[in-house]
């Protein structure tokens, strides 16, 4: 079983449609945890922290669920541009280690 | 400016060359890291540092070595490339709190 596992999708969407991501982590001693955009061939870039109380930052929020293992990520109003791979990250605690996910890859289609 | 820099961008090479890939960053950040990244899979570390005098390898360090010339700066080489080292490597720096890591825009490196 991979530490964190994702569903690669790709999702194919409508403009101004609302997606769901969901991604989950085995590792409990994981403490930190972020949403990254990785567009082809290009650097992850950070999307956003997904904090405890869940998070919002315009149109996406991110909730995390400590209990079940899982973090997730909600995009409203989707636009073209939004259209990318998602990966969710998790940190250990104490620790170097990040985990990444494999992504999933969202279309958003005009 | 860009905050982590990574040069060459492209680079091609053949069989049993060594190689450096050139990592700089304006963060400020003590932390940085060298990951691979590959088709399918997630990104795999390969070397981390948390200082100038803290090198430590990561999941996947055989075949490679780094250097930490300075704060700013983390050095990743092949000491004799090969072909299953062709892939896209990333840079990338952190802070302790928030510990988001932050990535350069990569390297795509190619193995003949």
Same mark, same amino acid.
């Given at each position: 079983?991979?530490?964190?596992?994702? &569903? $690669?999708? /790709?999702?194919?969407? /409508?403009?101004?449609?609302?997606?769901?991501?969901?991604c989950? #982590?085995?590792?409990?001693? =994981?403490?930190? *945890? !972020?949403?990254?955009?990785?567009?082809?061939?290009?650097? $992850?870039? %950070?999307?956003?922290?997904? @904090?405890?109380?869940?998070?919002?930052?315009?149109? !996406?929020t991110?909730? %995390?669920?400590?209990?079940?293992?899982?973090?997730s990520?909600? +995009?409203?109003?989707?636009?073209?541009?939004?259209?990318?791979?998602?990966?969710?990250?998790? =940190? +250990?605690?104490?620790? #170097?280690?990040?985990? !990444?996910?494999?992504?999933?890859?969202?279309?958003?289609?005009? | 400016?860009?905050?982590?820099?990574?040069?060459?961008?492209?680079?091609?090479?053949?069989?049993?060359?060594?190689?450096?890939?050139?990592?700089?960053?304006?963060?400020?950040?003590?932390?940085?890291?060298?990951?691979?990244? &590959?088709?399918?899979?997630?990104?795999?570390?390969?070397? #981390?540092? *948390?200082?100038?005098?803290?090198?430590?390898?990561?999941?996947?360090?055989?075949?490679y070595?780094?250097?930490?010339?300075?704060?700013?700066? *983390? =050095?990743?080489?092949?000491?004799?490339? +090969? $072909?299953?080292?062709?892939? %896209? @490597? *990333?840079?990338?720096?952190?802070?302790?709190?928030?510990?988001?890591?932050? !990535?350069? /825009?990569g390297?795509? %490196?190619?193995?003949?």
């Amino acid at each position: 079983r991979k530490e964190v596992e994702q &569903d $690669p999708g /790709p999702f194919n969407v /409508p403009e101004g449609a609302t997606v769901a991501f969901n991604c989950t #982590y085995s590792n409990s001693a =994981s403490q930190s *945890f !972020f949403w990254y955009r990785q567009d082809c061939r290009k650097e $992850p870039k %950070l999307l956003m922290s997904v @904090y405890s109380s869940g998070n919002e930052d315009g149109r !996406f929020t991110a909730q %995390l669920n400590r209990a079940s293992q899982y973090i997730s990520l909600l +995009i409203r109003d989707s636009k073209l541009s939004d259209s990318a791979t998602y990966l969710c990250v998790v =940190s +250990i605690g104490g620790t #170097y280690k990040y985990i !990444f996910g494999t992504g999933t890859r969202l279309k958003v289609l005009a | 400016d860009a905050d982590v820099t990574q040069t060459p961008r492209n680079r091609i090479t053949k069989t049993g060359k060594r190689i450096m890939l050139e990592c700089s960053q304006t963060k400020g950040h003590d932390r940085m890291y060298w990951y691979r990244q &590959d088709p399918g899979l997630g990104l795999r570390l390969i070397y #981390y540092s *948390f200082d100038v005098k803290d090198i430590n390898k990561g999941e996947i360090s055989d075949g490679y070595s780094v250097s930490r010339q300075a704060q700013a700066k *983390f =050095s990743l080489s092949l000491e004799s490339a +090969i $072909p299953n080292q062709t892939a %896209l @490597y *990333f840079c990338a720096t952190s802070d302790t709190t928030p510990p988001a890591q932050y !990535f350069g /825009p990569g390297t795509r %490196l190619t193995v003949l």
